[in-house]
C-alpha cells in the first residue's frame, strides 16, 4: 500500500491520528521536499515522532524517481508525506496514476492546507477564484500570466489566493553550468516582495485588474503559533515587514459582506481607512453585476 | 481558551494529534451539528474516543445561544469541534467575534474539509472558481442564482464545485406551525438529484452557463472507506446511483489538463465518450480565451 499522508500546515502533531497510525506501520517514510517545508518541525524530530527514518524527497526523486518511492509498494507499506494536504501539487496525482499502473493500492489520509485554512482570515471560501503563484522576478524573466487570472476573478466579485514562491534546493546558474552539486540556501518570498512585483506588473500592463490602493489581507505563518494576518492596501503591504516565512496573500474581490469585512478590521493599522479602502475598490469594476456576454449558439 | 477543531471528513481518528490533545483538556466539548456530519462516526464512539461528553449544537445554540458556549471560556477550555475545517461556514466567524469581544482567546487547529480533499479527484485546485450549494428544491421554492456563479466560473475556465443540500433536525411545516418539536428523519442531497435540479434550471433558464453534456465528476463519501468517484455528462449522472452520503459534485471548467483527465477517465464507465465530451465542453464557451472587457477609467 502507498500511503499519500498530508502533514497539515506547521506542528509535528498536525497529523492526523489516523495518519500517524499509518506511518508507523510503514516500512519506508519520504518526506516531499521541495513544494513546502513543515514551519514548526526537523526532519529529526519527525524522526523522533514517528519512530522511523524520514527520508526527503526533492522533485527529482519524485518526478524522475517515482520507481524507487514505489519498490516493493504492492508488498509494504510505504509512506508519502506532504505538508499541508496531498493533492495540492500536479506531480502527485502523477505519483498516484504510476502507483496505480503497477497495481499498487493507494490510500490518501488528507489534511488541512493553505487552499482551505485561509478561511482563518475571515473570508468565506465560497467566493475565491483561481490560485495563483507568485514566482521571483529576476531581471530577465517577469512571468505575468498570473495578471490575467486576477483579473478575471475581480471582474466578477472573487478573491484571490497569491501562492509566495519558495526556493529549496536550488542551484545557482554558474553551479548548474559546471555540474556543481551545490545548492543555495533555501529563500522564501515576503510579502513585501510580492506586493511590489504585483505593483510593478500593473504599471507595465496598466490594465487595471487592481491598483495599487486595491484591499488585501497578508497571511504568515498560517497555522503556526505566531500565525499573524495583516489587512492593508497592496501599497500599504509592499511596506510590510512579515517576519519569518511562510506568507501567502490574498487579494480582495467585490464579494466581502459586513460580518467579513468586520473580522478583516481586527487586523488593518488603520479600521476605518481600510473601511474605506474597501469600499472604494468594490466600486471598482462598475457596474458591479456582471454582464451576460455576446452567446456563441453553436452547441446544445 | 475556546478551542476550534477540525474533525477532517470521516474517521473519528481523523483528528489531528493535536486536536485530540486539545480536547482532552478541555472541560466542555461542542460537536457543530448542522452543516455537517461525520461519516463513520457516532456521537458515542467519539465520546468513547475522546474521554468525555459531546454537546451537540444545532444551528439554534451556535447561532443564539453562544453565551453559552463561550461561558467561562476566559477560565477553562472549551472545545468547539467542526466536521472538515472550523471556517467553512459563516457562523463560525460570527462564533469567534464574539469570542474575542468577550476578551477569550481562540485557537483554530485547522484540518481537511472537502474544499480543499476535493483535489482527490485528480483536477487541481487552482483552477477551482467560487463554490456553490444546491439546496433541495420544492414546488413552490427553486433558488437558481448559483446559475450565475457556474457561467462565470465556466466562462473563465473554471470548476464548479457543488456542495449539496444536508437537512439535520428539521421541522415539517406542520410541526413548525403548531409549535411542536418533532423533527424529521435527516436527508442528505445525491447526486442524480443534484444533477435533476441542474437540468430542470438549465432547461427554464437557457442560457447554457452547462449543457446536459457537459461533463462533472460525482464525487461520493471522500476520505472515507467508501470513496467513490464517478465522471460522466450531468445528463449521465443524473440517473447515477450514488449510495450512501455524503455527496459534492464537481462541474468541469475548460482548464482541464492530459495528467487531469488521465486521472478523471479512470472513473469513467466508458472512456472514450467522456474523453470526447471534455474535449467538446473544452468549445462551447469559444473563442476559449478570456476577451477584456470595456475599461470604466473611473478609478486610479
Same mark, same amino acid.
Given at each position: 500500500?502507498?500511503?499519500?499522508?498530508?502533514?497539515?500546515?506547521? =506542528?509535528?502533531?498536525?497529523?492526523?491520528?489516523?495518519?500517524?497510525?499509518?506511518?508507523?506501520?510503514?516500512?519506508?517514510? =519520504?518526506?516531499?521536499?521541495?513544494?513546502?517545508?513543515?514551519?514548526?518541525?526537523? &526532519?529529526?524530530?519527525?524522526?523522533?515522532?514517528?519512530?522511523?527514518?524520514?527520508?526527503?524527497?526533492?522533485?527529482?526523486?519524485?518526478?524522475?524517481? $517515482?520507481?524507487?518511492?514505489?519498490?516493493?509498494?504492492?508488498?509494504?507499506?510505504?509512506?508519502?508525506?506532504?505538508?499541508?494536504?496531498?493533492?495540492?501539487?500536479?506531480?502527485?496525482?502523477?505519483?498516484?496514476?504510476?502507483? %496505480?499502473?503497477?497495481?499498487?493500492?493507494?490510500?490518501?489520509?488528507?489534511?488541512?492546507?493553505?487552499?482551505?485554512?485561509?478561511?482563518?482570515?475571515?473570508?468565506?471560501?465560497?467566493?475565491?477564484? &483561481?490560485?495563483?503563484?507568485?514566482?521571483?522576478?529576476?531581471?530577465?524573466?517577469?512571468?505575468?500570466?498570473? =495578471?490575467?487570472?486576477?483579473?478575471?476573478?475581480?471582474?466578477?466579485?472573487?478573491?484571490?489566493?497569491?501562492?509566495?514562491?519558495?526556493?529549496? %534546493?536550488?542551484?545557482?546558474?554558474?553551479?548548474?553550468?559546471?555540474?556543481?552539486?551545490? =545548492?543555495?540556501?533555501?529563500?522564501?518570498?515576503?510579502? $513585501?516582495?510580492?506586493?511590489?512585483?504585483?505593483?510593478?506588473?500593473? @504599471?507595465?500592463?496598466?490594465?487595471?485588474?487592481?491598483?495599487?490602493?486595491?484591499?488585501?489581507?497578508?497571511?504568515?505563518?498560517?497555522?503556526?503559533?505566531?500565525?499573524?494576518?495583516?489587512?492593508?492596501?497592496?501599497?500599504?503591504?509592499?511596506?510590510?515587514?512579515?517576519?519569518?516565512?511562510?506568507?501567502?496573500?490574498?487579494?480582495?474581490?467585490?464579494?466581502?459582506?459586513?460580518? @467579513?469585512?468586520?473580522?478583516?478590521?481586527?487586523?488593518?493599522?488603520?479600521?476605518?481607512?481600510?473601511?474605506?479602502?474597501?469600499?472604494?475598490?468594490?466600486?471598482?469594476? %462598475?457596474?458591479?453585476?456582471?454582464?451576460?456576454?455576446?452567446?456563441?449558439?453553436?452547441?446544445?
Amino acid at each position: 500500500m502507498l500511503y499519500l499522508i498530508g502533514l497539515g500546515l506547521s =506542528y509535528k502533531s498536525d497529523i492526523t491520528v489516523r495518519g500517524l497510525e499509518a506511518v508507523k506501520q510503514c516500512s519506508r517514510v =519520504y518526506l516531499e521536499h521541495y513544494t513546502s517545508i513543515l514551519m514548526a518541525a526537523s &526532519q529529526e524530530e519527525l524522526e523522533q515522532f514517528y519512530g522511523k527514518t524520514v527520508i526527503l524527497a526533492d522533485r527529482e526523486l519524485v518526478e524522475s524517481g $517515482s520507481d524507487e518511492i514505489l519498490r516493493d509498494a504492492d508488498r509494504e507499506d510505504v509512506a508519502f508525506l506532504v505538508v499541508g494536504d496531498p493533492f495540492g501539487a500536479t506531480t502527485h496525482t502523477d505519483l498516484v496514476l504510476r502507483a %496505480k499502473k503497477a497495481g499498487i493500492a493507494v490510500e490518501t489520509i488528507h489534511n488541512a492546507s493553505v487552499m482551505n485554512a485561509v478561511g482563518a482570515c475571515g473570508l468565506q471560501l465560497y467566493n475565491f477564484g &483561481q490560485t495563483i503563484s507568485m514566482v521571483f522576478f529576476t531581471d530577465s524573466w517577469k512571468p505575468d500570466s498570473w =495578471y490575467d487570472k486576477i483579473w478575471e476573478n475581480r471582474k466578477i466579485g472573487l478573491h484571490t489566493l497569491v501562492l509566495l514562491d519558495i526556493k529549496v %534546493k536550488e542551484q545557482s546558474i554558474e553551479n548548474m553550468a559546471r555540474g556543481r552539486l551545490i =545548492y543555495e540556501p533555501p529563500r522564501y518570498m515576503s510579502i $513585501s516582495q510580492c506586493c511590489e512585483q504585483l505593483l510593478e506588473i500593473e @504599471e507595465k500592463r496598466h490594465d487595471q485588474a487592481y491598483t495599487p490602493d486595491t484591499p488585501a489581507v497578508a497571511i504568515s505563518r498560517l497555522g503556526s503559533a505566531s500565525q499573524t494576518f495583516k489587512s492593508g492596501t497592496i501599497r500599504e503591504l509592499a511596506e510590510y515587514d512579515c517576519g519569518e516565512p511562510l506568507h501567502s496573500l490574498v487579494i480582495l474581490g467585490r464579494q466581502c459582506h459586513e460580518l @467579513e469585512l468586520e473580522y478583516l478590521l481586527e487586523f488593518a493599522e488603520d479600521r476605518e481607512k481600510f473601511r474605506t479602502d474597501v469600499s472604494k475598490d468594490q466600486q471598482f469594476f %462598475k457596474p458591479a453585476p456582471w454582464v451576460p456576454p455576446q452567446q456563441d449558439a453553436d452547441e446544445d
